[in-house]
């Protein structure tokens, strides 16, 4: 996601991909979420419900994109991989998940090694100390994306998770396309080449709709902890496309980084399956 998407953000604005992004994963998701059945949506759930899906989708696709226009990929996503642990930390904090040895001494390795992530320059940014401002917002998307695992779970669990999903994502891009158009902040899609076009298509369906569905259906199956894990992964793919597809650089404060966070994330896994 992260190569695809800081990719297409030098040709389109970050709201509009994020609208096409959102609004794309919702119309794959919609008729499968019109024939499951299931009990409906209980009134005093609708309003948290909503608000998840609001301040999730509206705010986590164009932040991610506008942090991506002042960093690298590979170093936006291996700042994603802290999700996990601030995931389980907050989690423990609401008493949903049990705190233990593992997982705090994953969190310090994983800290840690954003903290050598952040200490690296981006020599590409035009901008002296631009790319703290990405990092900034891709970490305040790490706690978004703890809330959010933390407190849709319950609603994952009591009604059928593509219903659910395709909820939240409605409300984000409702919610989106009305500020942007009160805003004015929505331009035209910009001439794309055909290879573009190929790669919005598989940002929108493969890694959108499909992705967002099964990591949902996880979230009602799981802990939060154990579900976020999974994007561990993130940074791992990132490095690999990024150097290739993009001509990254990879450095040793962005590869000690990223085998910190990744062993943070590991030593974490082998105490929350052994917990069961």
């Known amino acids: 996601m992260a190569v695809a998407m800081r990719f297409l953000v030098t040709s389109i604005d970050p709201i509009t991909l994020a609208l096409i992004r959102i609004g794309t994963g919702v119309l794959c998701l919609l008729p499968a979420a019109f024939l499951t059945s299931g009990r409906p949506f209980a009134l005093r759930d609708m309003l948290p419900m909503t608000l998840l899906g609001v301040t999730f989708f509206a705010l986590f696709t164009p932040g991610f994109g506008t942090a991506l226009k002042y960093t690298t990929a590979t170093r936006a996503a291996t700042e994603m991989a802290l999700a996990p642990i601030v995931t389980v930390l907050f989690a423990s904090a609401l008493g949903r998940e049990t705190l233990t040895r593992n997982k705090v001494i994953g969190a310090l390795l994983s800290f840690l090694g954003v903290a050598f992530v952040v200490s690296d320059p981006v020599t590409s940014n035009p901008l002296p100390h631009s790319s703290l401002i990405g990092d900034l917002i891709v970490l305040g998307l790490v706690g ?12 994952l669990k009591k009604y059928p998770p593509i219903r659910v999903t395709t909820y939240f994502m409605t409300c984000g891009w409702t919610a989106l396309c009305c500020a942007s158009i009160a805003a004015d902040l929505v331009v035209p899609l910009p001439d794309l080449t055909s290879f573009q076009w190929l790669v919005l298509l598989y940002l929108c369906t493969v890694v959108s709709a ?5 990591y949902h259906w996880a979230l009602g199956k799981l802990e939060a902890g154990q579900v976020s894990m999974t994007l561990g992964l993130n940074p791992i793919s990132a490095a690999f496309f990024g150097v290739i597809l993009l001509s990254e650089s990879m450095t040793w404060n962005l590869f000690g980084g990223l085998v910190l966070v990744l062993a943070g994330i590991f030593l ?6 052994t917990d069961g």
Request: aromatic share 14%; charged share 10%.
């Open 210 to 214: 499909i992705p967002s569905f099964l």
């Open 144 to 155: 978004l994306i703890a809330v959010f695992n933390t407190l849709s779970r319950p609603y």
């Open 268 to 273: 974490s896994t082998l105490r929350i399956s």
